[in-house]
């Protein structure tokens, strides 16, 4: 494999590493404040990088994006990347995400285990650190409980040209803070009675430095911590903490949380002073968001198209999931791949679903089976063929690799050929099958067209031809006609049924959530029909058994309802870009 693109996220690492910022650090194999990392072994030079996805739906090719780059990171500078479920918003999660995530990361060929450390955590597992440091910070004069509502302190907050003004409560003795917090987590206030908050700067310029919220009030119930808790970390306060808690040297996220960077700082800053972190702390950089073309990767409007049924479930192949990608037949080389070619910077930009394709592409073309297939089938009829004979015809396994041998399959009187491959009356240029026309039948025989018969609706239900016994492909004779048109056929007798799912794009808008359209408006009305179609003799549709069907793209036979004896396979992507 080539070696890494540089990026500035490498510039940085190997900087750090070669200033030894991380000389000091210490890791007690697990997460914890100060008192447990102390007795941890030095884990100097060792990066720490970790993909926090929130268990509140499945993954998405953007969150593909950052698993490559923060596990990719940690793999090519001999460091580790955890996976961290960032838990800390009970409404919306669930086991399921979590489960799917796990399975997800690991489908993408990385892993969070080393042989001494399994580096699996969930941020619901700190709840009790937290809690303490924010006990910390009351104690210091950095945190005090709010009784201003949310629409008091909305209005007190300030604009970006105005300061914000100081809460009442904002000076309160330590003790009386403390008393509440405590009462906050007994549950003895409502939602939205009480917050606490930092003390920071009410007239900052950095809205986010005006006495943000470390705790709200939630009554609800956990995935994981049931009804242990009921005030829960905001984000913005969680984050840092199970960084500095996992011992994370660079922690990645993506643009929008540019300007959190100093509260990251501040918070991780006052906790070390305290003594409740160790040095050194971790430091938050951030990159550009992957924006793909004609999908939308919200998680809010991606479990809206589930929940509504405008798709048949998160891993609907039409989806920019993850789980829908490999239903749809991406592999994770094609999406590591993919996101190698994207690269990192700080630039937004969109890029057209078209590179994502072609990813997949090549890496498919010098892999993939080949296979005959007829997705519209129409009968051809070799009437000088013998009725009830047959023999084998021979074909590259994969024309890029002859060490890959040939496979076989039978010719016989009675074909079935793509419908598109006959016209009675041809039209200009037209090479393929039609009246007086001859025509090589791929790895066959040459044939030449001799009518064609019809239903009393006019519909062509059967093309009649004669094959020149002396042109078999491979055999002396192959070249002494020339032809100018090649089909792809399968013998009728012997071909396996299937049932073929042709996927197009869910949006028919490049930019189906810009501004603010409504997406679902964008939905295309014909983004999947099926059709029972015709594969080679012998193909066995195994779920995620994969090929290209020659002439007509990449296919994989389907991860849930697949089987060899009904087979169901979905159309990857056509062999040529189709969405300029
Ligand atoms: P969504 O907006 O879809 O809900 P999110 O960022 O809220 O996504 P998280 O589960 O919190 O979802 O994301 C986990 C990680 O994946 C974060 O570090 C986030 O920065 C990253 N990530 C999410 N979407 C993208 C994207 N489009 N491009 C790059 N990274 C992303
Ligand atoms: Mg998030
Ligand atoms: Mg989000």
Not at 527 to 545: F, I, R
Request: glycine share 6%; net charge negative; aromatic share 10%.
């Amino acid at each position: 494999s080539t070696p890494p693109v540089s990026n500035f996220l490498r510039t940085i690492i190997d900087q750090d590493l070669a200033n030894g910022t991380y000389a000091q650090k210490r890791w007690a194999g697990k997460p914890g404040p100060a008192s447990v990392q102390a007795h941890g072994a030095v884990d100097a030079a060792r990066i720490r990088t970790r993909f926090p996805p929130e268990p509140n739906g499945y993954l998405h090719i953007g969150h593909a994006k950052s698993i490559c780059l923060n596990f990719g990171l940690a793999r090519d500078y001999g460091g580790v990347c955890h996976l961290r479920f960032d838990d800390t918003n009970p409404e919306k999660e669930e086991d399921e995400y979590v489960k799917a995530i796990i399975e997800t990361v690991r489908w993408l060929g990385f892993s969070w285990e080393t042989p001494e450390e399994d580096n699996l955590y969930f941020a619901s597992d700190y709840f009790g650190y937290m809690y303490e440091f924010a006990q910390a910070l009351i104690r210091s004069g950095d945190a005090y409980v709010d009784e201003q509502n949310a629409e008091q302190m909305r209005a007190t907050r300030g604009t970006l040209t105005e300061k914000g003004t100081n809460s009442p409560w904002r000076d309160r003795p330590a003790a009386e803070s403390l008393a509440l917090l405590e009462e906050m987590r007994a549950g003895k206030h409502p939602d939205g009675s009480l917050v606490l908050r930092a003390k920071i700067d009410m007239g900052s310029p950095n809205m986010n430095m005006r006495d943000p919220a470390l705790y709200r009030i939630r009554h609800a119930e956990h995935h994981r911590t049931g009804n242990a808790w009921c005030i829960y970390p905001m984000y913005t306060w969680a984050h840092p903490v199970e960084d500095a808690l996992e011992g994370i040297t660079h922690s990645l996220c993506t643009l929008e949380f540019e300007d959190q960077r100093p509260f990251y700082d501040w918070i991780l800053n006052k906790l070390a002073e305290l003594g409740q972190l160790s040095r050194p702390l971790p430091h938050q950089y951030e990159f550009s968001r992957l924006n793909l073309s004609y999908v939308v990767t919200s998680k809010r409007k991606l479990l809206e198209l589930v929940r509504e049924g405008h798709v048949a479930g998160w891993d609907d192949p039409r989806l920019p999931t993850l789980a829908g990608l490999r239903r749809r037949g991406y592999t994770p080389a094609a999406i590591r791949l993919f996101c190698e070619r994207l690269g990192v910077s700080k630039a937004d930009s969109r890029i057209d679903y078209s590179v994502l394709e072609q990813a997949l592409r090549d890496t498919l073309d010098p892999v993939a089976e080949r296979r005959v297939a007829v997705l519209d089938p129409l009968k051809l009829v070799i009437t000088n063929y013998p009725e009830g004979q047959s023999e084998l015809c021979h074909a590259p396994a994969n024309p890029h690799q002859p060490e890959a041998g040939t496979r076989e399959f039978p010719f016989a009187r009675e074909l079935w050929i793509e419908r598109d491959d006959f016209q009675e009356v041809p039209a200009k240029k037209y090479f393929r099958l039609f009246p007086g026309n001859t025509v090589r039948l791929k790895y066959g025989y040459i044939v030449t067209c001799t009518g064609c018969v019809k239903d009393e609706n006019g519909r062509i239900t059967e093309v009649h031809a004669e094959y020149l016994p002396e042109t078999k492909s491979g055999t002396p004779g192959a070249d002494s006609v020339k032809v100018k048109g090649t089909i792809t056929w399968v013998s009728a007798a012997h071909a396996v049924p299937a049932e073929i799912r042709l996927y197009d794009r869910l949006f028919s808008d490049p930019h189906p959530d810009a501004g603010d359209k409504n997406f679902l408006e964008a939905l295309n009305p014909n983004s999947y029909h099926a059709v029972q179609g015709w594969l080679e003799p012998g193909t066995q549709a195994d779920p995620e058994a994969s090929w290209q069907f020659e002439r007509l793209g990449y296919f994989v036979a389907d991860l849930i309802d697949s089987t060899r004896d009904k087979p169901v396979v979905n159309r990857t992507v056509t062999l040529k870009d189709a969405w300029i």
